[in-house]
Every structure is written in C-alpha cells, then in structure tokens.
T-cell receptor
Framework: QKEVEQNSGPLSVPEGAIASLNCTYSDRGSQSFFWYRQYSGKSPELIMSIYSNGDKEDGRFTAQLNKASQYVSLLIRDSQPSDSATYLCAVNLRGAQKLVFGQGTRLTINP | EAQVTQNPRYLITVTGKKLTVTCSQNMNHEYMSWYRQDPGLGLRQIYYSMNVEVTDKGDVPEGYKVSRKEKRNFPLILESPSPNQTSLYFC?????????????FGSGTQLSVL
C-alpha cells in the first residue's frame, strides 16, 4: 500500500459544479495534512492545510479530514476554468523527517 | 520578496558530465529539501537538510549529492548524470520541521540527460 494515495484522474468537472478530490494515507498517527495546487510546468503552491478532524473552509475551498478512516479530501465549490491543475495531497508521516506526497490528481474544469 | 531561487530553469546535458543545480532561499529557513517529479510518481524526496552541515537521504538519493555550507544555499550535485535522472527537480524550504509549516518551492529545473 502506498503511503499517500490519490486517484490520478483525470477528473473532469463542468464549470460552476463542485469538484471533489480524495486522498488516503497509511500511517494512522499522521498529524498534518496539506493540499497543493500545481499548474502545468509550474511549482506546487499550498492552498489548504488541516490538522484536526472535521472541515476547514477557505473561500471556495474546503478541506475535510477523517483520521479514523485515514482520509482527507478537498472540495472546490463553484469550479472555475482557472482551477484546472494537478492537486497534490501531502501528509506528514508520524516520526518521519519528511512530507510524503501523493501522485496527484489532474483536474479539468470544462466551460 | 520571500522566495526560493533555483537555477537553471532548463538544462540539457550528456551522460557523465557533472552538473550542479543551485538553490537559494531568502527567508532564513532551517529546513531545505530537493524533490524530483516524474509522471505518475508524484514528488519524491531526494535529500533534505535540517540545518547547516546537517543533511540526510530522502527516498531516492542514489546518484545525487548535496551540501549545506550556508543556511541559505542547498545545491544539488549530479557527479555522473545518467538518462534515468531526466526529470523535473524542485528545491523547497520551510521555516520549521517540514510537516508543520508550508513548503516554499523554487520554480523548478527541467533536466534532460542524453
């Protein structure tokens, strides 16, 4: 089992709809969770971080964490074409000196 | 402006010719790291450094070297590049232990080894 796993997609969503991106992780003791957005040919940029169970909202973005199920998700409301990018889930594994990234989900928003 | 500066942006070289990719940050960050990104494999850590003169291997360190002589600089060295090191490389830094604060990424280096 991969330490951090995402569906690589591509995920296609119509403009204005909700895009839902999912990530599972293997280490039950993980404490810190991040979502990065990466446009083609560019470097990743942090869009959300979450540390405790439940939802965290920031504008059109909502991160959801369920530690019991070892699951973290990112919802993008009112999707825009500018949201088309690859979204990387990253998890700070307990006791490890590193942040582990999933392989990323490519999201396309169709006008 | 807070930033991680990585050079060069593109690099084409031949097998066996030593090269260095430079990375510098202006945020006084203690933690710095190198990643490579390949299609379908995501970001994989090559080496990281917790402070000056403190470096350690990541998940894919073979064929790479690093040094941390100054806090701001963390160069990646390929002593004898091979075609399987063709990849997109990113340098990143963080002000605290990597997992508790966001990573700042450089703009990336696209390396092709012929």
């Amino acid at each position: 089992q991969k330490e951090v796993e995402q569906n690589s997609g591509p995920l296609s969503v119509p403009e204005g709809a909700i895009a839902s991106l999912n990530c599972t992780y293997s280490d039950r003791g993980s404490q810190s969770f991040f979502w990065y957005r990466q446009y083609s040919g560019k470097s990743p940029e942090l869009i959300m971080s979450i540390y405790s169970n439940g939802d965290k909202e920031d504008g059109r973005f909502t991160a959801q964490l369920n530690k019991a199920s070892q699951y973290v998700s990112l919802l993008i409301r009112d999707s825009q074409p500018s949201d088309s990018a690859t979204y990387l889930c990253a998890v700070n594994l307990r006791g490890a000196q590193k942040l582990v990234f999933g392989q990323g989900t490519r999201l396309t928003i169709n006008p | 402006e807070a930033q991680v500066t990585q050079n060069p942006r593109y690099l084409i070289t031949v097998t066996g010719k030593k090269l260095t990719v430079t990375c510098s940050q202006n945020m006084n960050h203690e933690y710095m790291s190198w990643y490579r990104q390949d299609p379908g494999l995501g970001l994989r850590q090559i080496y990281y450094s917790m402070n000056v003169e403190v470096t350690d291997k990541g998940d894919v360190p073979e064929g790479y070297k690093v040094s941390r002589k100054e806090k701001r600089n963390f160069p990646l060295i390929l002593e004898s590049p091979s075609p399987n090191q063709t990849s997109l490389y990113f340098c990143a830094s963080s002000g605290q232990a990597f997992g508790s604060e966001k990573l700042f990424f450089g703009s990336g280096t696209q390396l092709s080894v012929l």
